[in-house]
């Protein structure tokens, strides 16, 4: 019983210590269930007409064949951008965007860079993004919004024309779509390494605290 | 309910599929893969029941239906897909099908005649020669395959829809739905207001030529607000209808509506 007592007035006495609410656990994990159907199908999409000299291996891709790769990339897409629309929208109305992201300067972020590559980037308080993820996060969720509007533009060329006047033109969006899909993958080797070399960062997304 | 695993003990049954898949020619496997079919094959074969991997394809089909259903909504009629200058056209144009250019039908052009069935006035069968002397019209467009590649090209013909007024077909039909001399036999259903848009043409020229064998000869359907392979080519019959006939590539799991 004492240990129960303990943990309430622990939660009690220090409100803040939530690093990561209920909103955004939820929605980090619905985006890399759909974020990983949506890259692997789009692997075996990729390899029915490759852009270039590389096709990816079949025992990491989904669908089977072309048509059973896109019946999966047009049904992960609606998780992936339904969810992405709620967390921009709750991003941006509960300021955590504002709070968790900003200001993100440029002297800041090379002191960061020089700390993290010295191995002296402190990871003692969470609820504080430094400057190198500050970065990372927000450059990640401008990648994803670009993903979305490149591939919208490949799936619907004649109706979202002016979509598709942004990037220039169809086979240049088609490009577009697969470089952001390599920064993502870039962010996810690096994003997957750092939170398991700070686990308690893990456990902050799982758990909350 | 009950869910196995295995269909031999120590047997993984998706490496099974995985492997019987291999020495299939590539046709049939995607045909065996195709709608869900693969493990009640399977099932039927192994005298076994297999649950859990055909109620996902059930779930990706019924997500395609409604994806279907979505894009009739956001279709504009009057939408044009992009015009191109000639200097823009791709050469060569690539031939493509699911067999090699050899075996493209090869269709007698004193022998053919366009069939046309189902809801319209007059059901007469058209020669070529009829056919040709309509009005026609050019349009460079972007081809766009399934694939993910594209090619711009010229087509000349007839648009669709003023065909379909000449026959007297009831234009509230749900869809116009073509068959052609492929081998395998060829079909894909389109539309109504895919059918009735401006740039939909029925297309006896390709680059300012006579249409050749590779592209369709002597008929294709040219779609520019669609896939491809709702592009027919060979077209030997139209038939105005209501029901849903299915086609080649949407019965093996391609999106049926595929609008760009």
């Given at each position: 019983?004492?240990?129960?007592?303990?943990?309430?007035?622990?939660?009690?006495?220090?409100?803040?210590?939530?690093?990561?609410?209920?909103?955004?656990?939820?929605?980090?994990?619905?985006?890399?269930?759909?974020?990983?159907?949506?890259?692997?199908?789009?692997?075996?999409?990729?390899?029915?007409s490759?852009?270039?000299?590389?096709?990816?291996?079949?025992?990491?891709?989904?669908?089977?064949?072309?048509?059973?790769?896109?019946?999966?990339?047009?049904?992960?897409?609606?998780?992936?951008?339904?969810?992405?629309?709620?967390?921009?929208?709750?991003?941006?109305?509960?300021?955590?965007?504002?709070?968790?992201?900003?200001?993100?300067?440029?002297?800041?972020?090379?002191?960061?860079?020089?700390?993290?590559?010295?191995?002296?980037?402190?990871?003692?308080?969470?609820?504080?993004?430094?400057?190198?993820?500050?970065?990372?996060?927000?450059?990640?969720?401008?990648v994803?919004?670009?993903?979305?509007?490149?591939?919208?533009?490949?799936?619907?060329?004649?109706?979202?024309?002016?979509?598709?006047k942004?990037?220039?033109?169809?086979?240049?969006?088609?490009?577009?779509?697969?470089?952001?899909?390599?920064?993502?993958c870039?962010?996810?080797?690096?994003?997957?390494?750092l939170?398991?070399?700070?686990?308690?960062?893990?456990?902050?997304?799982?758990?909350?605290? | 309910?009950?869910?196995?695993?295995?269909?031999?003990?120590?047997?993984?049954?998706?490496?099974?599929?995985?492997?019987?898949?291999?020495?299939?020619?590539?046709?049939?496997?995607?045909?065996?893969?195709?709608?869900?079919?693969?493990?009640?094959?399977?099932?039927?074969?192994?005298?076994?029941?297999?649950?859990?991997?055909?109620?996902?394809?059930?779930?990706?089909?019924?997500?395609?239906?409604?994806?279907?259903?979505?894009?009739?909504?956001?279709?504009?009629?009057?939408?044009?897909?992009?015009?191109?200058?000639?200097?823009?056209i791709t050469?060569?144009?690539?031939?493509?099908?699911?067999?090699?250019?050899?075996?493209?039908?090869?269709?007698?052009?004193?022998?053919?005649?366009?069939?046309?069935?189902?809801?319209?006035?007059?059901?007469?069968?058209?020669t070529?020669?009829?056919?040709?002397?309509?009005?026609?019209f050019?349009?460079?467009?972007?081809?766009?395959?399934?694939e993910?590649?594209?090619?711009?090209?010229?087509?000349?013909?007839?648009?669709?829809?003023?065909?379909?007024?000449?026959?007297?077909?009831?234009?509230?039909?749900?869809?116009v739905?073509?068959?052609?001399?492929?081998?395998?036999?060829?079909n894909?259903?389109?539309?109504?207001?895919?059918?009735?848009?401006?740039?939909?043409?029925?297309?006896?020229?390709?680059?300012?030529?006579?249409?050749p064998r590779?592209?369709?000869?002597?008929?294709?359907?040219?779609?520019?607000?669609?896939l491809?392979?709702?592009?027919?080519?060979?077209?030997?019959?139209?038939?105005?209808?209501?029901?849903?006939k299915?086609?080649?590539?949407?019965?093996?799991?391609?999106?049926?509506?595929?609008?760009?």
């Amino acid at each position: 019983m004492s240990s129960l007592t303990v943990t309430e007035e622990h939660i009690s006495a220090k409100p803040g210590k939530v690093i990561q609410p209920a909103w955004v656990r939820v929605m980090h994990w619905t985006n890399a269930v759909a974020m990983i159907l949506m890259i692997m199908s789009g692997w075996q999409i990729y390899n029915a007409s490759p852009l270039f000299d590389f096709r990816f291996s079949h025992d990491i891709t989904l669908g089977g064949w072309l048509g059973g790769a896109l019946l999966w990339h047009f049904a992960a897409m609606w998780l992936l951008m339904v969810n992405g629309l709620a967390y921009l929208i709750t991003g941006f109305a509960s300021g955590r965007f504002r709070k968790k992201l900003f200001p993100i300067t440029p002297s800041g972020v090379l002191h960061d860079v020089r700390a993290a590559l010295t191995f002296k980037l402190g990871h003692d308080d969470l609820t504080v993004y430094n400057y190198v993820q500050r970065l990372l996060y927000a450059g990640i969720i401008v990648v994803g919004v670009l993903i979305v509007l490149s591939g919208l533009s490949i799936w619907k060329p004649v109706q979202l024309y002016y979509l598709v006047k942004l990037f220039g033109d169809y086979p240049t969006a088609r490009y577009v779509h697969f470089f952001c899909m390599a920064a993502i993958c870039a962010f996810l080797v690096i994003h997957v390494l750092l939170a398991l070399l700070v686990p308690k960062s893990l456990r902050a997304m799982i758990i909350g605290r | 309910m009950a869910k196995r695993s295995f269909l031999i003990p120590g047997v993984d049954k998706r490496l099974l599929i995985k492997d019987s898949l291999k020495v299939m020619p590539d046709v049939t496997r995607r045909r065996f893969i195709a709608g869900g079919a693969s493990l009640g094959a399977l099932t039927l074969l192994a005298g076994c029941d297999v649950v859990d991997s055909s109620s996902a394809d059930a779930l990706l089909a019924k997500v395609s239906k409604f994806n279907d259903a979505v894009q009739d909504l956001i279709f504009n009629p009057d939408a044009l897909a992009p015009t191109f200058a000639e200097s823009a056209i791709t050469k060569p144009f690539p031939f493509n099908a699911y067999y090699d250019l050899d075996d493209a039908p090869e269709v007698s052009a004193a022998d053919w005649k366009l069939e046309v069935r189902g809801l319209v006035d007059n059901k007469k069968s058209w020669t070529l020669d009829e056919l040709t002397k309509l009005p026609q019209f050019t349009q460079i467009t972007r081809h766009i395959c399934v694939e993910g590649w594209s090619a711009i090209g010229s087509w000349t013909g007839t648009p669709l829809r003023d065909f379909l007024k000449l026959v007297g077909a009831d234009t509230r039909a749900k869809y116009v739905w073509f068959q052609c001399a492929d081998k395998d036999g060829y079909n894909s259903p389109l539309d109504m207001r895919t059918a009735l848009h401006p740039q939909t043409q029925m297309t006896f020229k390709f680059g300012n030529e006579i249409l050749p064998r590779a592209y369709g000869f002597p008929m294709k359907i040219r779609v520019p607000t669609k896939l491809g392979f709702k592009n027919p080519k060979y077209v030997v019959s139209m038939e105005v209808t209501n029901d849903y006939k299915g086609g080649y590539w949407e019965d093996q799991g391609y999106n049926s509506f595929s609008g760009s």
